[in-house]
Every structure is written in structure tokens, then in C-alpha cells.
């Protein structure tokens, strides 16, 4: 089963605007990722944020955590038409061997910004 | 080269064939990841490899699927007697090290069609 699920499936919004993404997942992690997808190809890194961390910045992206809710969210301001992509989070969980962390991806928020 | 590379881009087969699948990753990143997305979903873990050794083969699919990794550097993928639900984009990337706080480094996948 997913360890992280984003909300919404799709959001459609008008360049300017801010593009709000919510992930939620099951276990306990020690470190939640965003990762961005242009056209069903490879993923690219934005941010990483650990279990210790509320809230991290870089640019015009804000990552919130709550353990608490196990939740995450993913806000983009000032979106631009290049930001449509889909966006995915990660969750890291021990292997199947248990000394060693994978990342698994939730489905992804389609976020498309119309000109 | 500097990014994560998969040959090939893409790959048509017939069903019943056997395919090989090339992931080259960054120089120096001894954990490598395989993943399969289908059409409109998000990334489906298959399997890790960290330096020669896969701690975690459990997302393989079947046993018709298998992965290799040697000199610590390039990885094949094969899945034998393929099927038409084997088609997907096939998804490899690295990292410096297993560790749930490594962002991972993705190539540009290897879309494959079993006709």
C-alpha cells in the first residue's frame, strides 16, 4: 500500500496564484521529500524536510510538517505557467532487510498553471 | 555524464520477448533504485541495490523479473517473456548513499510498450 498519499489528485490554477499540495502517510519516518515531475519522465529533487522540522523554505516553495496528523504540505507561490508538473511525496520506511531506507512515492498532485 | 542515465529511451517489444533495461548512475553513488510507473500513477518501488548487494528485492513483480548491479556502477534490469501490463516507464535513479536523507538522482526512465 502507499506510505504517502497527496491531495488533490489535480489542481488547476491561474499564473499568479499559490498552488497548495497535501500529503499524508501511515508510519512514523524520519525524513519527508518533494519531488517534481515534468512530462511522465524523470523526478527532480525540491526539498527535504526532516521529522524534527515544522516548516522549511527554499525560494518560492514552503514545506509544512505535522507528525502529529502525519501530514505534509507543499505551498507554491507566485505559480508560473513552467511550475505545471506533478508533484510527489516520499516517505522514507526501513527495507524489507531493516537496516536500510527506501522512499516510497505517493501518486502525485497533477498541477497545471494556465497562462 | 553528470546525470543519472537509462538506455534505451524507449523500447517496443512483443510479447514473450525478453528485455534488458541499462541504468547508469552517478559516479560515486553506491545506492541505486529501480521503480515502474504506469500511465497517470505514481512510482512503484521494484528494486535497491546498495554498492553490489540488493538489501530489498520485495517490489519485484514476478519472477520474471530480475536486476543486476556490478563494479558497484551499472545496473540491468531484465524482465523475461514479457507482457502487454509489463508496459510502463521504467524509472532508475541513485543516491550518495541508502540513507532515508539522500535525495535521489533520477534518469530519464526507459518507456517500455509490449505490444
Known amino acids: 500500500s502507499q506510505q504517502g498519499e497527496e491531495d488533490p489528485q489535480a489542481l488547476s490554477i491561474q499564473e499568479g496564484e499559490n498552488a497548495t499540495m497535501n500529503c499524508s502517510y501511515k508510519t512514523s519516518i524520519n525524513n519527508l521529500q518533494w519531488y517534481r515531475q515534468n512530462s511522465g519522465r524523470g523526478l527532480v529533487h525540491l526539498i527535504l524536510i526532516r521529522s524534527n522540522e515544522r516548516e522549511k523554505h527554499s525560494g518560492r516553495l514552503r514545506v509544512t510538517l505535522d507528525t502529529s496528523k502525519k501530514s505534509s504540505s507543499l505551498l507554491i507561490t507566485a505559480s508560473r505557467a513552467a511550475d505545471t508538473a506533478s508533484y510527489f511525496c516520499?516517505?522514507?520506511?526501513?527495507?524489507?532487510?531493516?537496516?536500510?531506507?527506501?522512499?516510497?512515492f505517493g501518486k502525485g498532485t497533477l498541477l497545471t498553471v494556465n497562462p | 555524464g553528470a546525470g543519472v542515465s537509462q538506455s534505451p529511451s524507449n523500447k517496443v517489444t512483443e510479447k514473450g520477448k525478453d528485455v534488458e533495461l541499462r541504468c547508469d548512475p552517478i559516479s560515486g553513488h553506491t545506492a541505486l533504485y529501480w521503480y515502474r510507473q504506469s500511465l497517470g500513477q505514481g512510482l512503484e518501488f521494484l528494486i535497491y541495490?546498495?554498492?553490489?548487494?540488493?538489501?530489498?528485492k520485495s517490489g519485484l513483480p514476478s519472477d520474471r523479473f530480475s536486476a543486476e548491479r556490478t563494479g558497484g556502477s551499472v545496473s540491468t534490469l531484465t524482465i523475461q517473456r514479457t507482457q502487454q501490463e509489463d508496459s510502463a516507464v521504467y524509472l532508475c535513479a541513485s543516491s550518495l548513499q541508502g540513507a532515508s536523507y539522500n535525495e535521489q538522482f533520477f534518469g530519464p526512465g526507459t518507456r517500455l510498450t509490449v505490444l
Open positions: 541495490f546498495q554498492g553490489n548487494s540488493a538489501p530489498d
Open positions: 516520499a516517505t522514507d520506511a526501513l527495507d524489507s532487510g531493516g537496516s536500510n531506507y527506501k522512499l516510497t
